[in-house]
C-alpha cells in the first residue's frame, strides 16, 4: 500500500522556505519549480559527476604522447639532428607519426563512444511544476523529488518520501543480498536500485558529495587497463627497460670511450644500437587496435563502457543466457485462460484487469495481461505487493463495485500451488510447448499480501497461459557460440520445462536437460558439477545468477552473463563480462561493460570477433616487435664484449623495421582473425621472440664478423655494415613470413612487397646514398643470404620445436 511521509499541505503548498545552501531539502509532492530549479544551479547544487565514457581529448594526446619510452626516443632524436644527417633522424619523425595516428584513432573511438553513450543514458524521472520530467542525470538538483521503479537505479543519495512497498537492493554498496524494505523517511544511497515496488525520494546529496560518486567515477571511466593484454605488455616492457639499461650504457662507453673514432659516428651508431632496443609501437597498435574495433562496434549499435570487454569476451568460454529479453523478445501476448476450481470467466478478466491497473510498472508477463484484459476502472485497490523475482509472484487487494472486498495473488504456478495440484499437470503440459503460465489465486483478504502463508492458503482460480516471442535472431547466435566451443547455459526465473522448449526450438543442444534450480546444491563444488551438466535452468533467484556465476568462475571458466532485467544486476556485476540490452532496466546497463543498444543478441558474435582479433593479432605483432628488441640488445652486448663498432647506423634499422615490422604490424594487428583467445599472453609471445631474437642476432654478428675480415680499407665499414644489413633483414623478413601464417593472398603479398621494398633500395642509387647501403663485390653480398638462410632454417626447426616444447 502507497505511503507517504507526513507534510503540511499548506506548507507542501506554499513557497520554498528550506533556506539556502545546506539546509536540509523538503518533500513536496509536486517537486521543485522552474525558478527553484535556476536557482539551485546558480549555486553549483547540481549532480555534476561525470557519466560514464571515455577519456578525455586531454587525457588521449597525454597518454599517447607522454610516455617513458617517446622521453627516451625523443632525447636520441635530438642528439641526431645536431650530430648526423637528416636520415639518420628518421627514426624521430616515424615515432611522430605514430603518436599522430594513436592520437587520432583514440578520438574517433572517444567520438564514437560519446555518442552512444547519450543514447544509452538512462533518464531518471523527476518531477518539477507538478509534472513527471525525464532529465538527465547531470541535471539532478539539490531537493529534487524523483521517482522510482523496479530496475531503477538510484542516481544521487536522498531521503524516501513515497514507497509503494519500495524494495531497494543494496548489495553493490554494502555486500548484503536481502532487498531492503523503504518506509518515508529511510535513507537510499546512490549506486543502490530498486527490485520491487515503486517510490519516490528527495535528492539530499548530489555531485561528489553522494555516497557512490567518487567509487562510480573511477570505475566506470573509459579505460586501457585491467586486462591480461594490458598487463601483459605492460610486463614485457618492465623487463626491456630493466634488459635495456645497462645494455645501452656499457654500449655507449664502449662507443664513446673504448672505441677512438670519429666522434659523431660513434654518437650515430651509438643511437643506432639503443634506438631499436625500444618495442615504441607495440603500445601504439594495441591502442590502435582496440580503438578500431570500438568503431567497428559503434557502428553496429554496441556500447563498449570499458574497453579490456572486447578482449574479456574473446576469452570467454561459458555464456550465461537470461531467456526473456535475450532468447526471447520483451513483449508477450496472451493466448488462453484456463478456469480452475469452477471459477467464472468474465470475473476472472475484471480480476486481471484490475491487477494490470494496480501496477504503475507492469513487467513484460503484467503488461500482456493489461493488453488483453483492460479495467474496468470500478475497482479500488486498498493494497499492492509488486513483483519480486525472489518471491515470484505479485497481488493486490481491492474493494470491488459492490463493496465486497477480495485479495489476488499472480505468479508461478509451481511457486504458488502445492506439490500433487492437479493444475500442475496442466501448467506442465503447457511449459513443454514453451509456453509461459501464471497462476490467478485468490487469497485471504484479510491476510498480509507478503506473508507466506498467505500464498500457501490461496485458492487457485484461472492459469493465464502467455506466449513468447522468440528473438529471430537467436537460434544464429546460439550455433555460433557452439561452433566455437563456447557453453550456452539459459539460466532463468521461470519455470524449466517451458525454458527448456523455448531453447529446443531454438535448436540449442542439450535443450532437453532442464534443471529446476530450487533442488541446486548450495555448495560451490557441489553446484559448479551440475551447471557443467547442465544447459537450461529454471526457477533461479537473483542470488542463484550469481552464485551460478561464481561457481562457475570457482572451476576456471571465463564467463560471460546476458540479461536486461533487474534480477541480472547481481550476476552481471560479477560475470568476467556482463553484457546489457539497451532496453534493460537503467541498474543493468550501469553495471555492464557491453550494451547493446539495438538490442540484437545478434550482435554479440561480432563483439567476440573483435575481440579475437585484438587478441589474436596482437599476440603476432608484439612477436616481431619483441623480436627486434632481443636481437638489438644482443647485438650491443656482442659488440661491447668484442670491442667493435656497433655495426648499424639508426637509419638501417629505421628503414628494417619499417618494412619487417611497423608497416607489416599494422596489416596484421587490423585483420580478421577467428583463433580463439587463449590465455598466457607473456609466455606465448615470448617463446618464439627470445629464440628468433638469438637466431637473427648470432647471424647478423657473423656476418658482420666474416665481413670484417673480409673487407679492409676506406669504405670497408659501409660494406661490412650492407652485409650485415641484408641478413638482418632477410632473417627478420622470415620471422614475418612465419607470423603471418596462415598464409591468404593478402599476407603472401605483403611478404613480397616487403622484400620488394628492400630490393628496391638496393638497386636504385640514391636510395643506396640516402640510407648508405651498398653491397661490394659479390662473394660478401652471397655469404651474407647464405648465412641468412642457414638462420631461416634454423628459424623454421625452432619455431616447430618451441611449439612442442611450450606449448600454450
Excluded at 10 to 26: C, E, L, Q, V
Excluded at 204 to 215: H, P
Excluded at 363 to 371: E, F, K, R
Aim: hydrophobic fraction near 45%.
Amino acid at each position: 500500500m502507497t505511503q507517504w511521509a507526513g507534510i503540511d499541505d499548506r506548507a507542501a503548498d506554499g513557497p520554498d522556505r528550506s533556506g539556502g545552501p545546506g539546509a536540509p531539502p523538503r518533500y513536496r509532492p509536486g517537486g521543485l519549480t522552474t525558478a527553484e530549479v535556476a536557482e539551485r544551479v546558480a549555486r553549483g547544487e547540481v549532480n555534476d559527476v561525470p557519466v560514464r565514457s571515455s577519456r578525455s581529448t586531454t587525457d588521449i594526446i597525454r597518454g599517447n604522447v607522454l610516455t617513458r619510452f617517446n622521453a627516451i626516443i625523443g632525447v636520441l632524436w635530438v642528439i641526431m639532428l645536431v650530430v648526423a644527417p637528416i636520415q639518420d633522424s628518421l627514426f624521430g619523425f616515424v615515432i611522430v607519426a605514430n603518436t599522430g595516428i594513436g592520437i587520432i584513432q583514440e578520438l574517433r573511438a572517444k567520438k564514437t563512444l560519446d555518442g552512444l553513450a547519450v543514447i544509452g543514458e538512462a533518464k531518471p524521472t523527476v518531477r518539477r511544476d507538478g509534472a513527471p520530467t525525464e532529465v538527465s542525470t547531470s541535471d539532478i538538483v539539490l531537493g529534487d523529488l524523483i521517482e522510482l521503479g523496479p530496475g531503477d537505479k538510484v542516481v544521487v543519495d536522498g531521503t524516501v518520501a513515497e514507497s509503494d512497498s519500495l524494495e531497494v537492493d543494496e548489495s553493490l554498496l554494502t555486500g548484503e543480498a536481502d532487498p531492503v524494505l523503504k518506509h518515508p523517511g529511510d535513507t537510499v544511497m546512490s549506486g543502490s536500485f530498486v527490485v520491487a515496488g515503486g517510490g519516490a525520494f528527495t535528492a539530499t546529496k548530489v555531485g561528489r558529495e553522494a555516497y557512490a560518486a567518487q567509487l562510480a567515477e573511477e570505475a566506470s571511466r573509459f579505460t586501457l587497463v585491467h586486462s591480461e593484454l594490458r598487463s601483459g605488455i605492460s610486463t614485457i616492457l618492465k623487463y626491456v627497460t630493466w634488459m635495456m639499461v645497462p645494455t645501452a650504457i656499457a654500449l655507449v662507453i664502449s662507443q664513446l670511450v673504448v672505441k677512438e673514432a670519429d666522434i659523431r659516428n660513434s654518437v650515430a651508431r651509438t643511437v643506432g644500437g639503443i634506438v631499436p632496443m625500444i618495442p615504441e609501437g607495440l603500445v601504439l597498435l594495441t591502442s590502435v587496435a582496440f580503438a578500431i574495433g570500438v568503431i567497428r562496434l559503434g557502428r553496429q549499435q554496441c556500447l563498449v563502457q570499458e574497453l579490456p570487454a572486447i578482449e574479456g569476451l574473446a576469452r570467454v568460454d561459458v555464456v550465461c543466457l537470461d531467456k526473456t529479453g535475450t532468447l526471447t523478445e520483451g513483449g508477450m501476448d496472451v493466448t488462453g485462460l484456463r478456469l480452475l476450481n469452477g471459477a467464472d470467466e468474465a470475473y476472472a478478466r475484471k480480476v486481471l484487469g484490475a491487477l494490470g491497473e494496480a501496477d504503475p510498472r507492469p513487467n513484460a508477463s503484467l503488461q500482456a495481461i493489461v493488453d488483453a484484459y483492460p479495467d474496468s476502472d470500478d475497482w479500488r485497490c486498498t493494497e499492492a505487493l509488486p513483483f519480486s523475482s525472489a518471491r515470484k509472484y505479485s497481488g493486490a487487494a481491492f474493494s470491488e463495485d459492490d463493496g465486497q472486498r477480495s485479495a489476488w495473488l499472480l505468479g508461478a504456478p509451481d511457486v504458488l500451488l502445492p506439490e500433487g495440484d492437479p493444475a500442475l499437470a496442466e501448467t506442465e503440459d503447457l511449459n513443454q510447448q514453451g509456453l509461459r503460465v501464471l497462476l490467478l489465486a485468490q487469497a485471504d483478504p484479510d491476510g498480509d499480501l507478503d506473508d507466506p502463508d498467505t500464498a500457501r492458503k490461496a485458492r487457485a482460480y484461472a492459469l493465464v497461459v502467455l506466449e513468447q516471442r522468440l528473438r529471430p535472431d537467436a537460434a544464429d547466435t546460439l550455433a555460433y557460440f557452439a561452433e566455437q566451443d563456447v557453453d550456452a547455459k539459459v539460466i532463468s526465473g521461470d519455470n524449466a520445462v517451458s525454458v527448456g522448449a523455448v531453447a529446443a526450438k531454438l535448436g540449442m543442444p542439450g535443450a532437453d536437460r532442464t534443471v529446476d534450480a530450487r533442488r541446486l546444491p548450495e555448495s560451490r563444488d557441489a553446484m559448479a558439477r551440475e551447471l557443467e551438466g547442465g544447459v537450461v535452468f529454471g526457477r533461479v533467484t537473483p542470488q542463484q545468477k550469481r552464485d551460478m556465476v561464481g561457481a562457475l568462475q570457482s572451476r576456471g571458466h571465463t564467463v560471460a552473463m546476458t540479461g536486461d532485467g533487474v534480477n541480472d544486476v547481481l550476476a552481471l556485476k560479477d560475470a568476467d563480462i556482463g553484457v546489457s540490452m539497451g532496453s534493460g532496466s537503467e541498474a543493468t546497463r550501469a553495471v555492464a561493460q557491453i550494451v547493446l543498444l539495438n538490442n540484437s543478441f545478434a550482435t554479440l558474435p561480432s563483439v567476440v570477433a573483435e575481440g579475437r582479433r585484438v587478441i589474436g593479432n596482437i599476440t603476432r605483432v608484439a612477436t616481431l616487435f619483441l623480436t627486434k628488441t632481443v636481437y638489438s640488445v644482443l647485438l650491443a652486448i656482442l659488440v661491447v664484449a668484442f670491442q667493435m663498432e656497433y655495426p648499424f647506423l639508426p637509419r638501417h634499422l629505421t628503414l628494417l623495421s619499417t618494412l619487417t615490422i611497423g608497416v607489416p604490424a599494422f596489416f596484421l594487428a587490423l585483420a580478421p582473425n577467428k583463433e580463439r583467445a587463449r590465455p598466457h599472453f607473456v609466455r606465448r609471445v615470448m617463446r618464439y621472440a627470445i629464440p628468433a631474437g638469438l637466431i637473427a642476432a648470432a647471424a647478423t654478428f657473423i656476418t658482420y664478423t666474416v665481413a670484417g675480415h673480409h673487407y679492409s680499407g676506406p669504405g670497408a665499414l659501409d660494406a661490412e655494415t650492407s652485409a650485415a644489413t641484408v641478413t638482418l633483414f632477410l632473417v627478420s623478413l622470415w620471422v614475418l613470413a612465419i607470423v603471418a601464417r596462415p598464409y591468404t593472398w593478402w599476407r603472401i603479398a605483403l611478404v613480397a612487397a616487403m622484400g620488394s621494398g628492400f630490393l628496391l633500395v638496393l638497386v636504385v642509387p640514391w636510395l643506396q646514398d640516402f640510407f648508405a647501403l651498398k653491397l661490394v663485390g659479390t662473394t660478401m653480398p652471397w655469404a651474407a643470404v647464405g648465412i641468412a638462410a642457414a638462420a631461416a632454417v634454423l628459424l623454421e626447426a625452432t619455431w616447430r620445436w618451441v611449439g612442442r616444447r611450450f606449448p600454450a
